[in-house]
DNA sequence: GTACTTGCTGACTCATGAGTCAGCAAGTAT
DNA sequence: ATACTTGCTGACTCATGAGTCAGCAAGTAC
């Protein structure tokens, strides 16, 4: 029985090589990854990979992008939608969605902004536009709908919708940094947004 | 007139070459830094720059030493020497202290050990021990304090001194990342450690 | 002045890894 | 079967940059 070499499966190369990609910087950062690693764990040519990408830099844009997409908007989508109090939305799906951050691709992206980010700037402007800008809007327009029904009262802390992702932001940087080290990083959010909460409840 | 090419100079080699390294190591990164660029802007050969560090990871470590070292043991030495109520203190010298921080040097280790950290585990181990550990234990001591003393309640805040941190970091990764987008990072921590207050404040 | 030590230079080597390309073989049409 | 298209392979090139080292010259001792 004939193993064929190779499949032709052309559809399905781009996605199968960002997710190796996405796996091996991950692992090594955009510097320490090499290209055909990323070729052998999508289980495939050096050539072909650079037949869907014209450089490295082109697949590390791809990578950040297909992590990025539309991570957001399912929160912009749940504050708009939800028919609980604001006080019962923070505390359920908000918190839920807070706590997931760390642990999701997102963190690995956020990690490899930080440490290429200043070589590749419209690649941070695409991470502005998709998810921070988003982000901190979504958070914004929930206190501003809390506010406005008379759920919660305008303070400084209402200017920083910042304080919000600050733990989120300690639980990420605390994961990839000192991973041995144990911080109950859901119990620290949560701490936060009940601070927030007993402070901006009306 | 001979300019003589070059002086010997042993004592202040060392400390030259680390200097001219955080600046490389600040504007391209560990991986982006060339050793011959570090080697030009302290005014000497890189053969030299190699008498004195074995390796350029060797360079970076010293780097990284040079600028971590005692620089939170003010903080311990403020919190204990302080004649101030915890609330001054908090308000004054505490809120200071953060506020200088997203601009210093650290920021830019901060950067450095979120990008190549996970190749020098010991490194961060070094930044573990003299920093994080340190700060945090310096933070947990002085609420402790302020909680002895019946200036603070005790309370979930309590339990986490990364909450303190929280609003430095995110003006930490702002200004690394986001430049062009201002952000009053003053204003932010001011107003964390002021609802923290809020909340502690017996 | 002469001899000696050693801080210092810069042209070199050598490994590494991004990117190329000539050709091969899987799939398709006839 | 045969001819043709094109997804795919992997050995190659070539630039880059870390690390070396033979020799030079600044400082020192006599």
Redesign the interface.
């Known amino acids: 029985m004939i193993e064929p070499r190779f499949q032709r499966r052309k559809q399905q190369r781009p996605g199968e090589i960002t997710d190796a990609a996405f796996e091996v910087f991950a692992e090594k ?1 955009y ?2 990854a090499r290209v055909e690693e990323v070729a052998k764990r999508a289980g495939v040519s050096k050539g072909l990979l650079y037949l869907y990408f014209k450089t490295k830099e082109d697949l590390f844009k791809a990578v950040v992008k297909s992590v990025v997409i539309h991570r957001v908007d399912s929160l912009r989508a749940a504050v708009e939608e939800t028919e609980l109090s604001s006080e019962a939305f923070l505390r359920g799906p908000l918190l839920e969605f807070m706590k997931r951050v760390p642990g999701s691709p997102v963190a690995v992206v ?2 490899l ?7 590749y700037p419209d690649l ?1 402007d695409y ?2 536009d998709n998810v ?1 800008s988003k982000g901190l809007g979504a958070i914004r327009a929930f206190v501003e709908r809390g506010v406005s029904r008379g759920e919660f009262r305008r303070s ?2 209402t ?2 919708p ?2 919000f ?3 989120v ?2 639980s990420m ?2 994961t ?3 991973t041995k ?1 144990v ?1 109950d990083t859901d ?2 959010i949560e ?2 947004l ?3 909460l ?2 901006i409840r009306a």
């Open positions: 950062g510097t320490g956020v990690r902004l930080i440490a290429e980010g200043h070589r941070v991470y502005w921070v400084e802390v200017e920083f910042q304080l992702i600050a733990p932001m300690v940087i605390w990839i940094l000192f080290r911080l119990k620290l701490t936060q009940e601070m927030i007993a402070h």
